[in-house]
């Protein structure tokens, strides 16, 4: 069964100017604790929001410990919206794989058939939007940067090969904040 993806082409209209998705609103209790504080930006774990096979699972990158909070979010008492959004506003497309998916490595081992993951695919799925405030890492794989964000190409080189696409991540997401 093919999924189709957020947007779509026909010969008439060409690419559609909006992507449908939903969205994660933060609680209004983190809202206002991050106000009091000068806590940066929180991680925020996608792979829960997005039906997966495997209970506490986590995308590579993500911060070993904040993984403890990032399961505690109760996606059934989450505030989730639907809408759309103007593609021209979306920078980075991240697909997932059903199978074996860019899981951590701590995951992969403690986690019998790990391998065997799936994510929900029916057609009633759509893409998330990550919350302004919080930063989520994604790969190289399977991940589409739009036009408006080719610069969020470059991979740094002053770190290990193995995790540049996951450095990327976190700055290109940290720029497009700042340029809007």
């Known amino acids: 069964e093919t999924v189709p993806p957020p ?42 929001f997005m039906g997966p096979s495997h209970d506490d699972s986590w995308p590579r990158g993500f911060p070993i410990d904040k993984l403890k909070d990032s399961f505690k979010t109760d996606v059934e008492e989450s505030k989730i919206y639907v809408g759309d959004l103007p ?4 920078g980075v497309i991240q697909s997932l794989c059903n199978g074996d998916p860019d899981t951590d490595a701590v995951f992969r081992m403690t986690r019998p058939g790990s391998t065997e993951f799936t994510f929900d695919r029916s057609t009633t799925s759509m893409s998330l939007l990550i919350p302004s405030s919080s930063y989520a890492p994604y790969n190289a794989q399977a991940t589409t940067h739009l036009y408006n964000a080719f610069w969020g190409l470059y991979l740094p080189i002053s770190v290990p090969g193995r995790v ?6 976190y700055i290109t997401q940290r720029i497009m904040k700042d340029i809007g």
């Not at 540049?164 to 991540?169: F, G, K, N, Q, Y």
């Open 7 to 48: 947007f779509h082409f026909d010969n008439e209209v060409g690419f559609d100017r909006t992507i449908l998705l939903k969205s994660v609103v933060e609680e209004k209790k983190k809202k206002e604790k991050k106000a009091k504080s000068s806590t940066p930006a929180t991680a925020f774990n996608p792979y829960i």
């Open 87 to 90: 593609l021209s506003s979306v």
């Open 164 to 169: 540049t696409d996951i450095w990327r991540s």
